[in-house]
């Protein structure tokens, strides 16, 4: 009950900023101050999908990792729907223990190859990570600058529902933890 409560609490909150991201992007059109709504706070949106896929030849070097991952999986795949073929093919000619070993030689096989499957992805997405990285940083610190710059409140990114820099005044965690603490020591006393 205790992870059910958690993931509602965590899937509303994740609502939550879908839906204030989704009042500030309609309000700011990109990027605009909200002083029509009494903050006095501006708000930008930047899309790192985009920025990312525009640094020079990082796009094709992932395409290029994601189609030899492609291939490997499409021949693990096909080497195994060979083997389940043949299987199919001769198992009428085989004696029923025979058929029982190749069957569960199949059953192990299935197992190996999807194995290998997610090592390939895993491998993938680390790659994809490595090379996206280091773009992603040089970004994230122009936006930082940019930020401070054009005095803008929270910046977010346009393709996940996260914030990429923002005012640390607005950063309220203490004093919901002091104010937490104040409401806490009143029960107490």
């Known amino acids: 009950m205790k992870g059910f409560k958690n993931l509602m609490i965590y899937f509303f909150g994740m609502m939550g900023l ?3 991201s989704l009042i500030i992007w309609k309000f700011t059109k990109r990027s605009c101050s909200v002083n029509s709504l009494g ?4 708000f930008v949106v930047v899309d790192m999908q985009k920025l990312i896929q525009s640094s020079g030849n990082i796009q094709k070097q992932i395409e290029d990792l994601y189609q030899q991952t492609q ?4 021949s693990l795949q096909h080497d ?20 029982t070993r190749k069957k569960q030689e199949l059953q192990k096989k299935m197992v190996e190859v999807q194995q290998q499957i997610a090592q390939l992805q895993a491998k993938a997405q680390e790659e994809h990570r490595s090379l996206v990285q280091p773009v992603s ?9 940019l930020r401070k710059k054009e005095k803008i409140s929270v910046v977010f990114n346009k393709n996940k529902n996260e914030i990429l820099d923002f005012d640390p ?11 937490l603490k104040k409401k806490q020591e009143k029960k107490e006393n």
Do not use: C, P
Request: glycine share 4%; proline share 0%; hydrophobic share 30%.
């Open 18 to 20: 879908l839906g204030l």
């Open 39 to 42: 903050m006095g706070r501006k």
């Open 71 to 74: 291939s490997k999986i499409q």
């Open 80 to 99: 195994f729907q060979t083997s389940v073929s043949q299987y199919n093919a001769q198992s009428k000619l085989l004696d029923k223990s025979t058929r």
């Open 137 to 145: 940083h040089q970004y994230e610190a122009v936006i930082s600058e």
């Open 169 to 179: 005044q607005l950063d309220w965690t203490d004093k919901v933890m002091n104010e």
